[in-house]
């Protein structure tokens, strides 16, 4: 019995291989995979398998000669043969080689009703089946490169020394002081301190408790799920999604830009090479700007204006008859997205880092500037998406902290937090970038239903 | 201005460094860091500093000559500074360099209370401050560990062409059928369906959810946050706790046996090769067998034994007059740890695979045996520990799965896992890690709360 190949071997020696592995190369093989499609023309069949291993199929071709030819017409998509036969390359073909085939075997049948049919179906249909859409190309792309971008960040920042801590989901603080909170009740009597003493719930942010382990390991980061009980019933929001937080030590704001540039730029860089297959498959299919669009921000020096200088560029926009949907523009206004789209793809044209937003307006711990009236904030903003990155560098001081904490009345079970001011606590800045978010920017995939194995949204859960 | 370094840097290229290297290595350098200890003579003083890249200080020096002295000789245990000064190799010291200082900055204080001076403290007491514990040898090792073990898990997987799949974490189902719930609720009225419209729960296993992944990427694996409600106050159980769930396609138990050696090998290996001072630590403070037993298990190959043969070891045990504590040992019945560590410790003296367990005691997804009384079962035990990882061939005959499903009541909410089957559904396996047990096991550390960065348990949250 041959050893079963993978297909992303064979296409990894015929296309990028050696001439010496290229020779070296079996000619009998033997795949086991998933029928894609099966057509004959009565002397001659083509079956287009997929094994998992590799975003395109391996055409397998039989022959009138071969005595299973009735058996192997009438093989459905679906279904999952184990195949033998010889390896061909065909350099002049659409595909570098085809293997003819031998000898087959049918390890699982699927049924004529079998969902996935070959033609086009809708994202909305395709949602309703998320055990079986993984095998449709669109999503098998985007989940392919949602793992290969996840190593991505692993690398990058292992690299970089810094620590991957795993923060806690089930906590009883809640880092934005915003934001519907999922409690947890266990199921004796559903009460909500019955297991742990106090109200729990499932986390908003592993920031806070990360910021403890850069106090000790100087640069760190979690990488985890986050959840919010809203119930938007958006294209961009989701109860359930992953957040990579990494906060680092003996650094200011422009350390945290400067480190917030380099990511974004490895993320892309690494699924330009490491989901080629895949990113040309978005941009024939899902995006056609997007590998452009990539192309161009990595080519870019990320600019950065303040707030302030922001909303003069908006009022003027609004002067010079730029008709916005919310057109009341003041400086401690929320930006919306169309003023953050106005800014990048108006005015920049690509990505720019917008700081030192109102203290009013975000969190309690982030550092108040000079001025008293702004917070050392960033937010990076990027073409046809609006904010991609949220960061900022925190309030080191102790009683500028306490002072704030008290003021919004969240110091109660963040005693510990306010504790980190006063035991060597240095000053760090840090980020957050929503993982699905960023998954959307990177494939053109519109909605976050679509780049979540599992979507979770509100009103909604059948798996 | 010094670019400031990292100690990890000046260690790895005096350690390890090329003579090119270490010729080139800058004379004058910068840190910062926070103090571990502080001493004088009056005429030389002692800082041993810790920037968090590395497990070891660096040894500053100071000099009476120096016009800081005394603003140097008071500097306390836990404060920020910053220095400058020269580095000098100290080949014959216990230490490899050293820094005299010249100039430095008080970054950040910590008062006299500060919780961690150097003293032995025990666990307990670090645990009631797990905001700061990272800061002590022990967890700094622990949790450094963790962050390269989990690096070490992706690598191994990401290397062999495995898929990553974030299966979710609210989920309307429960794995193992088994396995007490936290159930969610939102603040509006706190009932249990408000916001998906039916009874959800955080999950106890992303396996059913991979499992769909397999059939699309042939190997696939998930590494995320589970969750009990079991209020067990034992040293091993945590409510929250992160699991490995590999699933691989076309594979059968021997397989799934095979991959798992493979991974727990690759571990050992890595935490011995890239975590070498955290563990000299642990072997040296925590557990002087650690280094011994995992060369031990390295180098050794698997046994393999059926639960059949298992119970007869322990009838035998048990006839030859071995005591144990659950004494009534008889075929059918759940193995305890210390059943598990006979085997282990007494019997094999080395890692066992037990397989084919009583179908009665496992759960619905294992593929029955020929035998109709077992199922296509795998525990992997080790010594010292008992049970490291559990693990199956899973059910792909549909009827077989539907009428155990039928029997056990669990088919609702289910009908997409069972419908994997109906679509192409080939044999896969898979098996689960306790990834905070798998560190205890590396480590040396007796209970789980030390080897969580917050760790969750029953009747506390202070985090």
Chains 1, 2 share one sequence.
């Not at 570098?96 to 809708?122: N, T, V």
């Not at 690398?155 to 906590?171: A, L, R």
């Not at 020096?301 to 057109?327: M, S, V």
């Not at 550092?367 to 990155?389: F, H, W």
Request: proline fraction near 3%; glycine fraction near 6%.
């Amino acid at each position: 019995m041959i050893t079963p190949h993978v297909s992303r071997y064979l296409y990894e020696v015929i296309n990028f291989g050696s001439e010496e592995e290229l020779k070296n190369i079996q000619t009998k093989v033997a795949l086991q995979g998933w029928i894609r499609t099966n057509r004959d023309n009565g002397n001659v069949g083509f079956l287009e398998l997929n094994d998992g291993t590799y975003f395109k199929n391996v055409q397998i071709v039989y022959q009138k000669e071969n005595v299973h030819f009735q058996d192997l017409s009438k093989l459905r998509t679906g279904a999952a043969i184990s195949v033998t036969g010889e390896l061909i390359l065909t350099p002049d073909a659409k595909q570098p080689f085809e293997i003819k085939l031998d000898e087959f075997e049918l390890l699982a049948d699927a049924p004529s009703d079998y969902p996935l049919q070959k033609k086009r179906h809708s994202f909305e249909f395709l949602r309703e089946i998320a055990h079986l859409r993984p095998k449709a190309n669109t999503f098998n792309a985007v989940f392919r490169l949602r793992s290969e971008l996840s190593f991505a960040i692993h690398n990058f920042f292992h690299e970089m020394g810094f620590v991957y801590v795993h923060t806690p989901i089930i906590t009883s603080n809640d880092a934005e002081g915003a934001g519907e909170i999922f409690y947890l009740v266990t199921g004796k009597d559903n009460s909500l301190d019955d297991f742990y003493g106090k109200k729990v719930g499932i986390t908003v942010s592993g920031q806070l408790h990360v910021e403890a382990f850069a106090q000790a390991y100087r640069d760190v980061y979690t990488f985890g799920p986050t959840f919010r009980a809203e119930a938007s019933h958006t294209s961009r929001h989701a109860s359930e999604f992953w957040m990579i937080e990494p906060e680092i030590a003996f650094a200011d704001l422009e350390d945290n830009m400067d480190l917030i540039e380099e990511c974004i730029k490895y993320c892309i860089s690494y699924v330009l090479l490491h989901c080629q297959e895949e990113m040309d498959f978005f941009n024939k299919f899902v995006d056609k700007t997007l590998s452009d669009r990539l192309h161009d921000v990595l080519a870019s020096e990320f600019k950065r204006i303040t707030y302030t200088e922001a909303i003069e560029l908006l009022e003027k926009a609004k002067a010079d008859g730029f008709a916005f949907d919310n057109p009341d523009i003041f400086w401690g206004m929320d930006l919306a997205t169309e003023h953050e789209r106005y800014i990048t793809d108006q005015v920049i044209k690509g990505p720019v880092f917008v700081t030192d937003y109102p203290r009013e307006i975000k969190a309690f711990y982030m550092r108040e500037n000079d001025d008293g009236k702004t917070v050392a904030a960033c937010d990076l903003l990027v073409p046809y998406v609006g904010e991609l990155v949220g960061g900022s560098q925190r309030e080191e001081r102790y009683d500028v902290l306490k002072k704030k904490m008290e003021e919004q009345g969240n110091i109660e079970g963040l005693e510990w937090y306010l504790d980190l001011r006063k035991y060597g606590g240095v000053q760090t800045s840090g980020f957050g970038i929503g993982f699905d978010r960023l998954i959307m920017y990177l494939t053109g995939i519109q909605n976050i239903r679509d780049v979540q194995p599992y979507p979770r949204t509100a009103g909604s859960i059948k798996y």
